[in-house]
């Protein structure tokens, strides 16, 4: 159960995966590129280490050779999964990470023959981002299986990681998502928005290029999908601002300059913030026959439960729970997953 490397690890996410594993009696070797945050936190916990960059294909082959999964934090993912996914699948070694990127969900899901045949499981999107909400699409699709719309939208007051903040900054220019009629459409930021009663209370939220856009398609089989994130209306027309300059933000000078302010600036929620905040979730279903069911979660604050699903879920595949190829969370260990979790509540509201 030991042998699994944690690539990423001393990153703001992966320091919080280190401690929730090491918690369960787990002994995972970290590993990133800085030499001297690999090894102090290796130490703190008495662990295993290693330090390579992560286009070093030798020293993965060297690494993974001795391991049995790697779950990989380094993001952004679209610009480090080129690299790593290939070497999992050359050594035979299951792959997760805490991804939420659409395009990167979609280049691991191209490599479901490849692990079927190496007899290793793919399973990206193991935190926050996106077993919840996966979770809440196949409970709702479980509820209403002729469901042709879903939507399904989230409220997390935490504020970002580090390591969050840079993935977004690396795909604003891309704008927005939703999936009809089965194809994923790309539309400007912020350039869809609704009232969602979220705790008893209507707040505005707003479509985002979330992962389900991907993986709750093949978790439903839904052909019409839409994801929503509450932001105030300020917030949301600021977006529609800057995503008019999309040609400006995705220059290497801007991003460069942005992601060194990010790196400045920005940390992560408190403990104290992990421990007192909730995350809330909504889902909603509809058929061609207008049949609408409603469902609503309340989870542990989004950082705090990345943490406790990416062990468990990298126990599960450990342990031999799911078969080889790509699988999303709830498509594997099915829509109660989430219920495993201490403080987790559901609730259906039919006929809505």
Known sequence: MDNFIIYGAYGYTGKLIVAEAVKKGLKPTVAGRNKALVQSLAEQY??????????????????????????NCAGPFSLTIKEILPACVRNKVHYTDINGQIE?????????KDAVAENIVLMPGIGFDVVPTDCLAKYLHEQLPTATHLQIAFES??????GTALSVLNRFHQGSAIRENGIIKTMPAASVS???NFNDKSKNAVGIAWGDI??????????????????????MNMMRRASKLGWLI???????????????KIDGPSEEKREQLQSYLWGKVTDDKGLT??????????????????VMCTKKILNGEVKPGYHTPAGAFG?????????????????V
Request: charged share 20%; with cysteine.
């Open 104 to 112: 990167v969900f979609d280049y691991i899901q191209s490599h479901h």
């Open 46 to 71: 008495d662990l295993p280490s290693a330090c390579f960059d992560y286009d070093d294909q030798r020293a993965w082959d060297e690494v993974l050779k001795n391991h049995a999964l790697l779950l």
């Open 335 to 351: 829509s109660a997953l989430i219920l495993e979790v201490e403080g987790v509540e559901r609730s259906l509201v039919k006929g």
């Open 214 to 235: 991907f993986t709750a398609y093949h978790t439903t089989g839904i052909p019409n999908i839409e994801v929503f994130t509450v932001m105030p209306e300020k917030t």
């Open 293 to 310: 069911i409603e469902a609503h979660m309340t989870t542990p604050e989004s950082y705090k439960l990345t943490a406790i699903t990416a």
């Open 194 to 196: 609704k009232s969602i």
């Open 157 to 162: 007051s935490s504020g970002l990681s580090r």
């Open 250 to 264: 995705k220059t290497n000078w801007f991003q460069k300059m942005a992601g060194n302010m990010i790196r400045r």
